[in-house]
């Protein structure tokens, strides 16, 4: 299977086909043998920052130098790279790829699967004819997924129908990769021990909502004064989010610990997670924090409620909405069986719904539609 990433840039999708192959490699059930590709050229600045992250897992990436969506060339060098290769299925992901790669695969005569791993965007009218052309396309040339009902139901609003091609596949986690077991957190974290400690882990960007949680646990900090925010993640609104920090007087309080590789430490020391985000398809932080037993509070974002049940693994709250996401923290940072109570039915949803597992036998069952018996024509499976 040849997984085409628009870029090996850092990002969620990114990580998936890092944990798939990670998976993938040690299951040899899982009977899923990787390969990966970036759609676009070799050292473009900062999008290169996963190719270690994918070596470390026994890919050997290559670039396939598409480098615009309008480039009739580069999608004929791209169908003839499929043609020569030995994939059996081409899973391309994101937008420029999910436009791009089920045409080549159409021309090279080999079947196709795109996953679009956001919401609908909606931007200017330009933006919004590439992403109609990111549903469509493989809709017709193949199979279209969605990560989250909510994305589904989204794109179907905005871009359907739908139709008996497009596919609602949650992604999954290494469920066991992420220990439900407390423990102290690293030595570089500057918290006390003992101390309050929530954690949000998410690019630092406008939409992530980092400035209104700041906001947020400036009033959780009133009722705790002892209470920590962890700040894991990078990106460009991190200046922004470091201004509104120092106004708020939360430099003791709230910690920027910027992109960690050891995330899954992070979490087995901390009593919850956050979310301030506007916008989610799945939120793969979320599935994390349900992995490691622990209890949520975040708006109620696009696929959020795919992922946390609302008084059941943790609290969901409305978008934008401070004081909501402030008394939802306060209130459960005064109530530690709680807590537990949420965290444990998080684990289980986690082992259940969410797992490597169970992502990877839908993957499997759909790839398993597309490879046709030999001298079938792939186009009879459009």
């Not at 436009?99 to 609908?120: D, Q, S, W």
């Not at 974002?301 to 008084?311: F, K, Q, S, W």
């Not at 923290?329 to 005064?334: H, N």
Request: hydrophobic share 45%; with cysteine.
């Amino acid at each position: 299977m040849l997984h085409v990433l628009d870029s090996f840039s850092f990002g969620g999708a990114e990580n998936l086909v890092v944990e798939l192959a990670r998976h993938a490699a040690a299951d040899p059930g899982a009977d899923l043998d990787l390969a990966v590709a970036s759609l676009g050229p070799r050292g473009r600045e900062g999008k290169d920052a996963m190719l270690g992250r994918l070596q470390a897992v026994g890919l050997a990436p290559t670039y396939l130098g598409v480098r615009r969506l309008l480039d009739p060339l580069g999608v004929l060098r791209l169908a003839r790279t499929l043609r020569a290769g030995s994939a059996e299925v081409v899973h391309a992901h994101l937008g420029y790829s999910a436009t791009l790669v089920p045409l080549a695969a159409r021309l090279a005569g080999v079947p196709c699967v795109a996953t679009l791993h956001l919401e609908p965007q909606l931007g200017s009218r330009a933006d919004r004819v590439k992403e109609a052309l990111s549903v469509l396309v493989p809709a017709r040339l193949g199979r279209l997924v969605l990560v989250s009902q909510a994305a589904y139901d989204g794109y179907a609003r905005h871009y359907g129908p739908a139709t008996a091609s497009w596919r609602c596949i949650p992604n999954g986690i290494d469920v066991d990769r992420w220990t439900t077991a407390r423990r102290r957190l690293p030595q570089d974290v500057p918290v006390p021990d003992g101390a309050p400690v929530w954690a949000v882990v998410a690019a630092l960007r406008e939409p992530k909502g980092h400035v209104p949680l700041v906001q947020a646990w400036a009033r959780v900090v009133e009722d705790h004064p002892d209470a920590h925010l962890l700040v894991v993640g990078e990106g460009p609104h991190r200046s922004a989010l470091e201004m509104r920090v120092h106004e708020l007087g939360l430099g003791r309080r709230v910690h920027l610990l910027g992109r960690r590789e050891d995330v899954p430490d992070l979490l087995a020391g901390v009593d919850g997670v956050v979310s301030a985000s506007f916008t989610e398809a799945l939120p793969t932080a979320l599935v994390e924090a349900a992995a490691c037993g622990l209890p949520v509070v975040a708006t109620d974002a696009g696929g959020t409620r795919d992922v946390v049940l609302d008084g059941v693994t943790g609290r969901v709250v409305p978008v934008g909405d401070v004081t909501a996401l402030a008394t939802e923290l306060s209130r459960l940072l005064s109530d530690p069986r709680t807590r537990a109570a949420y965290g444990a039915a998080a684990r289980r949803r986690a082992e259940q719904v969410f797992s490597m597992q169970a992502w990877t036998r839908a993957l499997h069952d759909l790839y398993a539609e597309l490879v046709v018996p030999s001298g079938t024509d792939p186009k009879e499976t459009a």
